[in-house]
Structure formats: C-alpha cells, structure tokens
C-alpha cells in the first residue's frame, strides 16, 4: 500500500518516467480518475528529453478548463506508488498554465495497474 497526499482538494503522487535510458521523478502529478488519458507538463517532459516533434500526432482534450492540445508519445516506462507499466504512451502538453502541477495520471494507467484507491486512507494499493 503505498500513501497519496491531498492538498488544495486534489490528490497528488510522483511519478517516475522512464524515456530513451534517462529517468525523471515527475512530482506534483495530480491523481485524476476523470481523466481518460495521463498526461505530463511540456517542462517537466524536456527535463528527460521527451520533445514535442513536427511528426508527432497532436490530440485534442475537452475539459473543464475548455479545450487542449497535447500529443502522444511513447515511454519505457512509468512507475508510481510502487506500481510498474513498461512501454505505455503518455500525453504530452501543457496542463497547469499556473505551474502549481506538472499533470495528471488518468484512468488509462490507473487502471493498467490495477490500482484502488482508498480515499478514506489516502492509499492505494493493487486490486487482487
């Protein structure tokens, strides 16, 4: 089981990025189960040398923040809480123009990992 952290009424974790032999803890990830895809800050990406490229596929997200812009990349692998996913694809763009987070982990890895959340707790732990 493995501790989140709730401040200003959102749950935050770290997240650990693996990309092209370089690793980067990623923290201040909001963990957001309204979120269908997880997605990382355009800053804290190019700290591991994830770079947004003319070839990329761009998406576009709608939200409650109104609409935006990332694109897809693919990872070696992401690490959170003790959780491990090898090779899976994250967003990358810009997600808090006030820079107080660096993105959010979505249902698309919270539920690849299996992951409960037990909110009274502030845990979470795999589903068995």
């Given at each position: 089981m493995a501790k989140i952290n709730l401040a200003d009424g959102l749950l935050y974790t770290s997240v650990k990025i693996y990309y092209q032999g370089r690793a980067k803890i990623i923290d201040k990830m909001v963990i957001d189960t309204g979120a269908s895809y997880s997605i990382v800050s355009t800053d804290a990406a190019e700290e591991i040398g994830i770079s947004i490229e003319d070839s990329d596929e761009i998406i576009i997200s709608v939200g409650i923040g109104g609409k935006q812009f990332s694109v897809i990349k693919q990872v070696d692998g992401v690490e959170f809480n003790g959780f491990k996913i090898k090779d899976c694809k994250v967003?990358?763009?810009?997600?808090?123009?006030?820079?107080?987070?660096?993105?959010?982990?979505?249902?698309?890895?919270?539920?690849?990992?299996?992951?409960?959340?037990?909110?009274?707790?502030?845990?979470?732990?795999?589903?068995?």
């Open positions: 967003d990358i763009g810009e997600i808090d123009f006030g820079g107080t987070i660096n993105g959010l982990l979505g249902l698309d890895l919270l539920m690849e990992a299996g992951v409960i959340l037990d909110l009274k707790n502030l845990r979470m732990f795999e589903a068995v």
